[in-house]
């Protein structure tokens, strides 16, 4: 087989398998046309909206705008941890679930908002990585997004709402300390899904040489076939690159690095001079805006961003705070 056709084949089996065929199909033809041409190759892709709220082409951009972000940042984010003691809340060891699953891809934002908030309450939890391309791992389940969180042989779906259960798990009684009514909070939190997660893709793919970077992580982290892992890198960024401008489009976004610089600013200045915009410790807003940053902290863009505006001392903070991930090693 041609070396186009595998590229071509692969990447429509990710996008088929990640629901996104058209997006994938006016993708290919927009690349294979050119890029000064008129049509509106995704403009049906970005107006359909998805049950859960986000259009087809915004899933696919975090989807797999979520697979290239993730935690390059986490394996180096522990050097910092060794500094301060562990600023982490245990769950109590009765409250504690006996068995938590993480279905996941690596560096989806949502999954990673997951993981923040277990890291940080200290619940130990496997993770299973999985394929999207077959969803293999999930064929079980009806929902076909992730995360999944299988917690004691219960799945729990959609990451705001798996946070807030498993709040109220690990913390019944005072259940207000975990899962906040606080206003603050919970405006920040949707703050993070309705804004901040807009502005990795345009950032991540900004350029070939990111998007390249972007889907060595991805192709390196993910589950993926040995054939599988080249046409993921390279299709991947391509298709990607077209992708995260269009996005910019949608977004209204004309400098995707001020965006992201004016996201983190935003962020600061939210903070009002606290430690955290829970006070003295993390709350669910500041673990959210963490778990969605973490994956491309050792990206260019996240370089630039801690570089360029006021939110690394924050997000020091929180490494430490979160410490070492709970994850279970296979
Ligand atoms: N609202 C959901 C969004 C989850 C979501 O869109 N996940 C993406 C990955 S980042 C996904 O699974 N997309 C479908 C696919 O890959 O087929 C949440 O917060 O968990």
Request: aromatic share 10%; proline share 4%; net charge positive.
């Amino acid at each position: 087989m041609r070396r186009a056709s595998i590229l071509a084949s692969s990447s429509r089996a990710l996008l088929a398998s990640t629901e996104y065929t058209t997006l994938f199909h006016s993708a290919s033809f927009y690349v294979a046309s050119n890029a000064g041409s008129s049509r509106r190759w995704l403009s049906t892709s970005t107006r359909s909206k998805s049950p859960g709220g986000y259009s087809r082409a915004t899933k696919f951009s975090l989807s797999l705008g979520s697979l290239a972000a993730a935690s390059v940042a986490v394996g180096s984010s522990s050097l910092l941890v060794e500094e301060e003691a562990c600023a982490k809340e245990p769950v109590k060891p009765d409250l504690a679930p006996k068995e938590v699953v993480l279905y996941q891809y690596e560096a989806c934002p949502f999954c990673n908002k997951v993981k923040a908030f277990l890291d940080y309450y200290d619940v130990p939890y496997k993770v299973v990585e999985v394929n999207p391309f077959s969803k293999k791992e999930i064929k079980w389940s009806e929902y076909k997004k992730v995360p999944i969180l299988m917690v004691d042989g219960e799945p729990l779906v959609d990451s705001s709402a798996i946070i807030d259960q498993m709040g109220n798990k690990i913390s019944p009684v005072k259940a207000s300390s975990v899962v906040s009514n606080d206003d603050e909070e919970n405006k920040w939190r949707r703050w993070v899904d309705d804004h901040l997660v807009h502005m990795l893709s345009p950032n991540i793919y900004r350029n070939t040489s990111e998007a390249l970077e972007s889907f060595d992580y991805i192709a390196n982290n993910g589950n993926f076939s040995f054939y599988e892992k080249y046409s993921v890198k390279y299709a991947g960024a391509a298709a990607m690159y077209f992708v995260s401008k269009k996005l910019k489009k949608k977004y209204n976004i004309t400098d995707e690095r001020a965006a992201l610089y004016d996201a983190a600013e935003t962020w600061v200045d939210a903070l009002d001079g606290r430690d955290f915009l829970g006070g003295s410790k993390p709350n669910l807003a500041d673990l959210a805006v963490f778990g969605v940053l973490r994956p491309i902290r050792q990206l260019q863009s996240g370089k630039d961003m801690v570089e360029h505006t006021r939110i690394g001392d924050w997000y020091s903070r929180m490494e430490r705070a979160v410490g070492e991930s709970s994850r279970i090693k296979a």
